[in-house]
Every structure is written in structure tokens, then in C-alpha cells.
């Protein structure tokens, strides 16, 4: 019962969590516990007992504090433009008040949409951010490198 003490004392003070967010962490290794040889009384009791010199704490939490793990959501990589879509490509909008009427890409946006339009005194169709899957692109395009569009970007359509 002495030695099974000793050990309980031991792996209390190592506890650690086993979560995936502290594994990574590099274990430190406590420094061994020094103890203390104390009288007992009693003609069969072995005459002395070895006693951790500090004890352990009496109340330990419940749970080990938690880091919290890092988000992915603001690593932004940029989304890959279909080889079919280029700037000045003709592309059918899928989805949408504008659904099935033809567009012209002008440009891909930092958050990996399409900046297209109609133009508006063509077709009625304004400038408009629109996702790659829901257009499908001709083989058809014209010529827009005269167009200036660098001042449009994601904070251009802001309300």
C-alpha cells in the first residue's frame, strides 16, 4: 500500500491533458520527490513511513484549462480560376434574379468571385459579384483590357 501511495502521489503530479491541443506541448519532467523518513508506532507497523516533503495540492479542477485552438477560417488561400473563365469571357449565369441571360467577366475579386455585367445599357445587368460554380463560360469573349476596373473590389458592394 505504500509503494501504490508513492505512485498515486506521483502520477497526480504529472497530470496533463490528452487532448490534441496539448499534445504538441513537450512534457516536463518533474523533479523527483523528495521524501521524508517519519516514525510510526506499534511493534509490527515497520517502524517508520516515507512522507512526500510537500504534499499535494487538495483540490485539483476539474477539467485541465483548455487553449483554445487556432481558427482556420482567416487563412484565406485564393480561390483557382477556371482555365475556361478569363477576363472577357462570356459567361450564362446559372442562379439568381439574372439566371439564364449572358454576362461578361470583367475581373476575379480577392474573396474568389467573378465581377461581371450585363453591360447595363446592353442587357440591364449592373455590375454583380458572382460565384464561379454558377455560371457556365463560351467560348466566346471581347476585348476589355480598355475597361478600368481596379477601384471595385469586395468593399465596393458594402451597404
Known amino acids: ?85 478569363k477576363s472577357g469571357t462570356i459567361v450564362i449565369l446559372l442562379a439568381g434574379v439574372f439566371r439564364g441571360s449572358r454576362v461578361v467577366v470583367l475581373k476575379q475579386l480577392d474573396s474568389g468571385q467573378l465581377l461581371v455585367t450585363g453591360p447595363y445599357a446592353v442587357n440591364r445587368i449592373p455590375l454583380t459579384r458572382v460565384d464561379q460554380r454558377y455560371v457556365i463560360a463560351t467560348s466566346t469573349s471581347i476585348d476589355v483590357s480598355k475597361v478600368d476596373v481596379k477601384k471595385i473590389d469586395n468593399a465596393y458592394f458594402r451597404k
Open 1 to 85: 500500500t505504500r509503494l501504490c501511495s508513492l505512485l498515486l502521489f506521483f502520477f497526480r503530479t504529472m497530470v496533463r491533458s490528452r487532448n490534441a491541443r496539448t499534445r504538441a506541448k513537450q512534457v516536463v519532467i518533474p523533479e523527483p520527490i523528495k521524501m521524508i523518513k517519519k516514525p510510526i508506532g506499534g511493534a509490527k507497523n515497520g517502524g517508520y513511513r516515507l512522507v512526500p516533503e510537500k504534499k499535494g495540492p487538495k483540490w485539483y479542477p476539474a477539467d485541465d484549462k483548455k487553449t483554445p485552438v487556432p481558427s482556420r477560417k482567416n487563412v484565406h488561400k485564393p480561390t483557382k480560376l477556371r482555365p475556361s473563365i
